[in-house]
């Protein structure tokens, strides 16, 4: 059990430190190629950031454990809600004054609603998976389309400011972008195989490994980056990572590992896990559209969402521990 916790482990600090490196690369990479500041933190950086997830469920998917996969993605959307922007809010209130985000939250709760559809027979099928990457496929032209015409959102303001805050050569934008993707594959690698042991030697599913470990480890960039975002007024962008990595899990993770095996849904997944990820949509389109002006998410309600992540958390590890002592 020691040498598949410690692969948990490293790989999961491999796998987030070289996420870092690839968006990092990916990023100034796109803006040595003359790409407008908020077509890279709409795309680039929002496929960075959800490179571990994608990663790491299409090689669950590859070696039989699309339960993982699904978990990781449902796991991250929560994670990123409830303890990304809870944990943020605490530290600085975030004010949301783009108005593309302001139409990405309505159209992200809208997407949560249609993967409901493909969990309702029990099964990700591979044609509804390839209906998922169909509507991916379709909501990134709009979000280039977008990302092109609307310069002077607020969002790009706040890329362009990130983008001069961490400027690189060409060269070494390159090497970080490659060297950073091989890296995402061998510690996805290596987290899939140490997760998948530690499943086992527990007796635990490997959708709970999911939610919890895998989805929490993948989660930690968004994290990061978004505690940095909001430390220099960024909120706009800080809650665009979030939004961003929820549509990309909700969409390419689960239809990517879909189109490689289908995945098995039990029940609880549908009335548990996704009500779960539904209802903080839900919430945080509440909180961040601003029907009456700009959205805010304020310390208190940041709380609630940290308080919320933490008690879902609690109730997964009490399953556990319940499921065991029976089979005891």
Known sequence: MLLPLLAVVAGLALLIWSADRFVEGAAATATHAGMPPLL???????????APEMV?????????????????????NIANIALVLGTVAVISPIAVQSKILRKELPLLAALTLLVAMTLLDGEVARAEAWGLLAVFGALMGWTIYQGIQGRE??????????????????????FWLVLGL?????????????????ATGLGVSDLIIGLTIV???????????SIAAVRKGEHDLALGNVIGSNIFNTLAVVGIAGTIQPI?????????????????????F???????????????????????????????????????????
């Open 40 to 50: 890279i933190g709409m795309v680039i950086i929002g496929f960075g950031t959800s």
């Open 56 to 76: 790491v469920s299409a090689l669950a998917a590859l070696q039989g454990n699309p339960a993982l996969a699904l978990g990781n993605a449902f796991g991250s």
């Open 153 to 174: 959102d607020v969002l790009a303001a706040d890329t362009a400011s990130e983008l001069e805050d961490r400027p690189m050569a060409l060269k070494p934008a390159l």
């Open 182 to 198: 091989v890296l995402l594959i061998l510690s996805s690698r290596l987290l899939v195989w140490g997760a998948v042991e530690v």
């Open 215 to 225: 989805a929490i480890g993948t989660s930690l960039p968004e994290l990061a980056s």
């Open 264 to 284: 098995a849904v039990a029940a609880e997944v549908l009335y548990r896990d996704w009500a779960l990820m539904m209802g903080l949509t839900l919430v945080l």
């Open 286 to 328: 509440i909180m961040g559209y601003g029907f009456r002006g700009p959205g805010r998410i304020n310390r208190f309600e940041g709380a609630l969402l940290l308080l919320t992540f933490i008690a879902y958390t609690s109730w997964l590890a009490y399953g556990v521990i319940g499921a065991q002592t029976l089979g005891a």
